[in-house]
């Protein structure tokens, strides 16, 4: 079993940066394909951005990809989202999961991760 604990989150302007980590507690963090979801009021929760277990694939949303990086460390046991050119539009509570699908893979799917955290708000004005 994994416990999630997230941070980073704030408020920022447009244009600004935030890095949001995930602190991983309980055994099978480098066994975990880690992913970032967020969810805005009144919208679904959607994905973001994923690794896999050895961090050799990431996915990201087709909105954050080249102004998002996600990143993890094993030995920490941590997972990070770093990111940067903040949009009003990202703003939400960003939740970090955790998942065993098959080596390798990184679900885009939020029923693929069996472990959450309790989430982090980031707000961007403009």
């Known amino acids: 079993q994994v416990q999630l604990v997230e941070s980073g989150g704030g408020s920022v302007q447009a244009g600004g940066s935030l890095r949001l980590s995930c602190a991983a507690s309980?055994?099978?963090?480098?066994?975990?394909?880690m992913g970032w979801f967020r969810q805005a009021p009144g919208k679904e929760r959607e994905f973001v951005a994923g690794?896999?277990?050895?961090?050799?694939?990431?996915n990201y949303a087709d909105s954050v990809t080249g102004r998002f990086t996600i990143s993890r460390d094993n030995a920490k046991n941590t997972a990070h989202l770093e990111m940067n050119s903040l949009k009003p539009e990202d703003t939400a509570v960003y939740y970090c999961?955790?998942?065993?699908?098959?080596?390798?893979?990184?679900?885009?799917?939020?029923?693929?991760?069996?472990?959450w955290g309790q989430g982090t708000q980031v707000t961007v004005s403009s």
């Open positions: 309980g055994r099978g963090f480098s066994r975990s394909a």
């Open positions: 999961a955790a998942g065993t699908p098959p080596l390798g893979l990184v679900p885009l799917d939020p029923n693929e991760y069996a472990y």
């Open positions: 690794i896999s277990r050895n961090g050799g694939r990431t």
